[in-house]
Every structure is written in C-alpha cells, then in structure tokens.
C-alpha cells in the first residue's frame, strides 16, 4: 500500500509575502477599530468631538459650533450675546465669513444688515425682556481646510472659532 502514495505537491511560500499579510491583517483590525471608535465620538458627524463652545474673557459672547463640517454641506452657528442695555446689539463677523463661507440662513433676521471692509454687521434693536439675543446662522463652507472667523458684539471682546471643513 505504501507505494501506491504519492508524496504531496510542494508548495514555494513566499515569507515576506506572508509576514507582509500577517501585519497587514494586526494592524488593520486596530486601524478599524480607531475609525469606528472616532466616528462613534462624532469625528465625522455629530457627537462628542464634534461639537465645541467659545466665550470671550468678558463672558458676554459665546459661539456654539461644529468643529468639522463637510464642503458644500450646510452647518449651524449658535451666537448669543447678553443682554448689555444698550439700545442696540450689534454683531460684528471678521472678512472671512464672507470669503469661505455662503450665509443660507439668519435667525432671528436682524434689523439692520450691512458690510464695512468686508465685515459682515448684523444690528439688532434690544428686547424689552432683558434675554440674551440668541442668533442662528446656517452657513456652508465654499472652501475646505482648516477655517477661522472672528465675531465681535458691542466692541467687547472678540471670539475666534475654528472649523476643519473636510473636501
């Protein structure tokens, strides 16, 4: 019986190939697991990382935004401004709202608009309740990468916000 096995085919296996496959199988599995771990913190959408808040030194202007946007996707702006008993609240975005960013959407609308130097100044007539303006911006990035704009209310102190606009 012996003579009739034959002895099995040989097979030439590449070791670096094969060393290549095994790291290639490691590290992917920990490369996988660091994207679905990010995304699940809102790397790349809403969620724990996503999301950021500023406020100047005087505590009278806080900015709530997104820190990462998509190009051409629409993003919200929070602003809200306390109260300062002036007759009116004015708002003041530095140029490069203008130059990276298409403004879709106000809200409330502000009594006055207008554009000095290419600043954006949003003017608004003080409520008689005495609440913190709260204003919303829809905004959509025209450019991506990484994006700061300047916001100022009644010449206080200013507030620079960020955001990375992945292409």
């Avoid at 100047?56 to 702006?77: G, I, K, P, Q, W």
């Avoid at 913190?132 to 991506?144: D, N």
């Avoid at 100022?152 to 992945?166: H, M």
Wanted: glycine residues 4%; proline residues 5%.
């Amino acid at each position: 019986m012996d003579n009739n096995q034959q002895d099995p085919p040989e097979i030439n296996e590449n070791l670096q190939a094969l060393r290549f496959e095994y790291n290639f199988r490691r590290y992917g599995v920990v490369f996988l697991a660091i994207i679905i771990i990010a995304a699940l913190c809102g790397l790349f959408s809403s969620g724990f990382l996503s999301s950021a808040h500023h406020e100047n030194s005087a505590s009278s202007l806080t900015v709530d935004y997104d820190r990462f946007a998509r190009l051409m996707s629409e993003t919200e702006v929070n602003v809200q401004v306390k109260n300062s008993g002036l007759a009116h609240t004015s708002v003041d975005f530095s140029p490069t709202l203008l130059s990276h960013y298409q403004i879709g959407d106000i809200r409330p609308q502000p009594d006055k608009m207008y554009s000095a130097n290419g600043h954006l100044i949003l003017v608004y007539n003080e409520n008689s309740s005495g609440a913190p303006l709260s204003l919303w911006l829809s905004i959509t990035p025209k450019t991506f990468g990484k994006l700061s704009t300047t916001l100022q209310a009644n010449r206080q102190p200013a507030v620079t916000f960020s955001q990375f606009v992945f292409p």
